[in-house]
């Protein structure tokens, strides 16, 4: 069995959001293992967050950035990262952000071709971060980009928390396909980049979700129904029931409408389609968080763990 840790506890105590003594337990009954951990602590009812959005943290900001081409548009968003939060309040970081993005409209790869892009007064962009570390002290990258175009239809964009026009904390992106009037399409996008700000899917449709995250799912719910003690049939009726409301929580499309929890996103789509009298299609979407991922430093647990651990 795997030596269960100090770094080990703290690493899925800042994973789950569980207590010590529960992680030390979780730890000791996988062999150590982090994920399966993760797993057990749900299983358990013990865990108290899936998402770690409280518990991660980079500094810097969000930028959208659009443009109209006729009949279809081009949208952008990207992260630019600083160390701290000061930093998002500086006019030239935000004006870099704002850059980045409008750059990152005519660049179909990903970071590394963005960061090798020149913006619209001829600067590569890593020469701009490279000038804008020298000037304002900090490190800084271009952390993550995200880039929708269609040829007739619209793109919406959202920013959440904006401390100025296009730049904030959260971005979405979505892209709208359809022949009907542009701006009643755009409209449809803005309100559902505001329920992507709100719901943060995992995907657009249920094919889109990835099956080994489903089967998670079904293997945590098939445990906890399980343990009800009810027959096998009706066992099998109630993890099929959970993974149906999964998929209604986490899949754009199922979802309530946050403006009209009556109706769901697709059915929102399906009504605006009728208005408009021509078909409507969901292309994709894309909601960047400031720091999603990103584990922020935390206060030393050492002494703590190191007294559940006996090191």
């Not at 529960?22 to 993760?38: F, H, P, R, V, Y």
Request: net charge negative.
């Amino acid at each position: 069995m795997a030596e269960i840790t100090a770094a080990l506890v703290k690493e899925l105590r800042e994973k789950s959001g569980v207590g010590m003594m529960d992680c030390k337990k979780a730890l000791t009954e996988n062999g150590g293992d982090i994920e399966q951990s993760m797993d057990w602590l749900r299983t358990k009812g013990l865990s108290k967050a899936a998402k770690k959005a409280d518990r991660i943290a980079a500094e810097g900001l969000v930028a959208v950035a659009l443009r109209n081409n006729g009949k279809g548009m081009t949208g952008a968003a990207v992260e630019l990262n600083a160390e701290t939060d000061f930093v998002a309040r500086n006019e030239l970081f935000q004006n870099a952000a704002r850059s980045v993005a409008k750059t990152a409209l005519d660049v179909t790869g990903g970071v590394e071709d963005l960061s090798a892009a020149k913006t619209a007064d001829g600067v590569v962009v890593s020469d701009m971060i490279t000038n804008l570390i020298a000037t304002i002290g900090e490190n800084m990258l271009v952390r993550r980009s995200a880039r929708f175009d269609v040829a007739q239809g619209a793109i919406a964009a959202y920013v959440h928390n904006a401390v100025a026009p296009e730049i904030g904390r959260i971005g979405v992106l979505v892209a709208v396909e359809g022949a009907g009037d542009q701006a009643a399409l755009q409209d449809l996008g803005k309100k559902i980049a505001l329920h992507v700000a709100a719901t943060a899917p995992l995907s657009l449709s249920p094919d889109d979700l990835d099956p080994a995250a489903i089967e998670r799912e079904r293997a945590i719910f098939a445990e906890q129904a399980a343990e009800s003690g009810k027959p096998p049939a009706v066992v099998e009726k109630m993890v099929e029931g959970r993974i149906r409301k999964f998929l209604e929580e986490v899949v754009l499309l199922k979802q309530a409408f946050v403006m009209n929890p009556d109706q769901t996103v697709e059915q929102l789509v399906a009504e605006t389609a009728k208005t408009l009298g021509s078909p409507i299609t969901v292309k994709g979407f894309v909601r960047l968080a400031l720091g999603e991922g990103v584990e922020k430093k935390t206060e030393d647990f050492a002494a703590e763990v190191a007294s559940l651990t006996g090191g």
